[in-house]
């Protein structure tokens, strides 16, 4: 147990819970951050982690994330996530799925669980065969179903944002931007951008999504080991974290970096390293946030999509009083967002 408590991101989390059934094979652990403002809200995981501590690390990192990006967009939750040990390829089951929701509900409403990463939204409705204490559901059952439209909503409007105070332009035409990752959320910003005017580049594990998600652009397929180096003036993490980091960053060509991926930093002194490298940097969790509004808003049992836009049109307008104050101050954007949160969810 010293090791949770002494892990380098447990940053006093309420509760850490291992969840294990022996006949379905789960193994999950949920996360549960902050509560201050309300029941911890965020996203199931589903990715096959080599190293138990490695699924640790991320639930820790992620669930202090959700706090922090369910704060600064103004919703009445707190910060929790789970992640599931398994390929999402191949190792779902009914079975699996039903067992992660009993788990979910021993939690008794503490902890909401949303999709993210692996998981879709026919596995959520499993998991709600066993708990009521889930989200981002079926749209027939007047929920918001899929909430990667918002999220890439959100980081659009966010990038708008990043080219207007960089670029001095109202547009994105002809802007060139990188899309790292064509999932759902990747996908469908690199489709937004594109017909936005845009020059898109896009790279995926998956040569045939990443074609896809370019075709539907407009734009062009680069190597993975490309995407992140190319010669772009918005570079848009949309896969997994850690990409900002000391072999990267020092090899990046953009003057922005704005994207849908979680944890982007490898390290808070990269945003630092960014800020040195003249290169302004949208911290991911205000950015990304348009999934999580959307989910806040079955939460409340009143989900109307025309208030959900509104609301992820209010992104633009925190993250440009996050650069104004690192402005003024003299700090990297991720070091105003994260006080401005820490106040938020009453830590500091």
Do not use: W
């Not at 309420?14 to 029941?39: C, M, R, W, Y």
């Not at 990715?47 to 967009?73: I, Q």
């Not at 503490?110 to 499993?126: I, N, P, S």
């Not at 469908?188 to 580049?201: C, F």
């Amino acid at each position: 147990m010293s090791a949770v408590f002494d892990h380098g991101e447990f940053d006093h989390h309420e509760q850490i819970v291992f969840a294990n059934d022996h006949q379905t094979g789960l193994k999950a652990i949920i996360g549960v951050h902050n509560s201050f403002l309300g029941p911890a809200a965020g996203g199931v995981r589903m990715a096959p982690y080599a190293r138990m501590e490695d699924a640790l690390t991320d639930v820790l990192r992620l669930s202090r994330g959700m706090s922090y990006k369910n704060a600064l967009a103004g919703l009445p939750l707190g910060g929790g996530k789970t992640v599931l040990i398994g390929n999402p390829r191949t190792d779902k089951t009914p079975a699996l799925m039903a067992a992660l929701g009993r788990a979910i509900e021993r939690l008794n409403g503490r902890y909401l669980a949303a999709e993210d990463v692996g998981m879709t939204l026919a596995d959520m409705e499993q998991i709600a065969t066993e708990t009521s204490h889930v989200f981002g559901r079926d749209p027939k059952a007047g929920f918001g179903g899929e909430p990667s439209p918002m999220t890439a909503l959100g980081v659009a409007l966010s990038i708008r944002t990043c080219v207007r105070r960089v670029l001095g332009r109202d547009d994105l035409k002809g802007v060139r931007i990188g899309v790292q990752g064509a999932g759902a959320v990747g996908a469908d910003l690199a489709r937004q951008l594109g017909e936005a005017g845009a020059e898109v580049l896009v790279a995926d594990v998956d040569p045939a999504r990443a074609q896809a998600a370019a075709s539907a652009a407009g734009g062009q397929v680069v190597g993975v080991g490309d995407i992140l180096f190319a010669d772009v003036d918005v570079l848009a993490p949309c896969a997994l974290g850690a990409v900002l980091n000391d072999e990267t960053i020092p090899a990046l060509r953009t003057k922005i970096v704005c994207g849908a991926a979680n944890n982007q930093l490898a390290e808070p002194r990269h945003g630092l390293a960014l800020a040195q490298r003249g290169i302004l940097y949208g911290p991911d969790y205000v950015v990304n946030a348009g999934g999580i509004i959307n989910v806040a808003y079955e939460v409340s049992g009143t989900y109307d999509a025309a208030k959900v836009v509104e609301h992820v049109q209010r992104i633009p307008r925190t993250l440009e009083q996050i650069f104004e104050e690192a402005a003024d101050e003299g700090l990297t954007p991720d070091v105003i967002a994260d006080r401005m949160a820490q106040r938020l969810i009453g830590r500091s």
